[in-house]
């Protein structure tokens, strides 16, 4: 089974137009986490929830919105889709977000193309 | 703020060669230090880790010492295999509440035959 699961794996839309993406951890980890990773591969965090609760916040669009409906998963919502939101989207989750050395198990990546 | 360096790719190296890929990091305090890797198409997945220093992190061959004194944390191989083609990234963990990974720019590893 997998560990963490995004869907779906290739998203291509035009601009203008609200999407979201979907992801579930069967970890039973306390925290999630989205990333997103540019056409050069650098990675950064956008979001973190622990247990349902946000926790980190970077400077990202209010066009983004996360949504952790249980532990489990953690879905991200882009409204408004513009040119400079494609890159490849990736979900992570850990045990906590308070050990030194935890591990960050991340799912598959989402490619998202605008259009 | 924090940040963390790593040398640019591509690294192209004959399969057996000896692998380094550098990593220096920016943070206060001790922060843990971490190496994931990406293969094509794929997620990232941790390879090793280190959370004090002096601690050598190791796996599947690979190692890396964290070293407080020159804020590095060097990626090693004593002999690449063309199965360890992949995208390379060295992170940070600060000291403190949360559990934010900051990421280097990553490094491609070609191991050609």
């Known amino acids: 089974d997998t560990a963490v699961s995004q869907t779906p794996k290739y998203l291509v839309t035009q601009m203008g137009n609200d999407k979201s993406i979907k992801c579930e951890q069967n970890l039973g980890h306390d925290t999630m986490y989205w990333y997103k990773q540019d056409s050069k591969k650098f990675l950064k965090i956008m979001f973190s929830y622990n247990n349902k609760e946000l926790i980190i916040n970077e400077t990202v669009p209010n066009r983004f919105s996360p949504k952790s409906p249980d532990k489990a998963h953690l879905n991200l919502h882009i409204n408004s889709l513009e040119l400079g939101d494609s890159a490849v989207y990736f979900c992570?989750?850990?045990?906590?977000?308070?050990?030194?050395?935890?591990?960050?198990?991340f799912g598959p990546g989402t490619r998202l193309l605008v259009l | 703020g924090n940040s963390v360096t790593q040398m640019e790719g591509p690294v192209t190296l004959s399969e057996e060669a000896f692998l380094t890929i550098n990593c220096t990091y920016t943070?206060?305090?001790?922060?843990?230090l971490f190496w994931y890797v990406q293969y094509p198409g794929e997620g990232l997945q941790l390879l090793l880790k280190?959370?004090?220093?002096?601690d050598k992190g190791s796996n599947k061959g690979f190692e890396a010492t964290y070293r407080k004194e020159t804020t590095s944390f060097h990626l090693e191989k004593g002999s690449v295999q063309v199965s360890d083609s992949a995208v390379y990234f060295c992170?940070?963990?600060?000291?403190?509440?949360?559990?934010?990974?900051?990421f280097g720019t990553g490094t491609q590893l070609k191991v050609e035959l």
């Open positions: 992570a989750s850990s045990q906590t977000n308070t050990g030194r050395s935890e591990t960050q198990y």
């Open positions: 943070a206060t305090g001790y922060p843990s």
């Open positions: 280190a959370t004090k220093a002096d």
């Open positions: 992170a940070l963990r600060p000291t403190g509440g949360g559990n934010k990974l900051t």
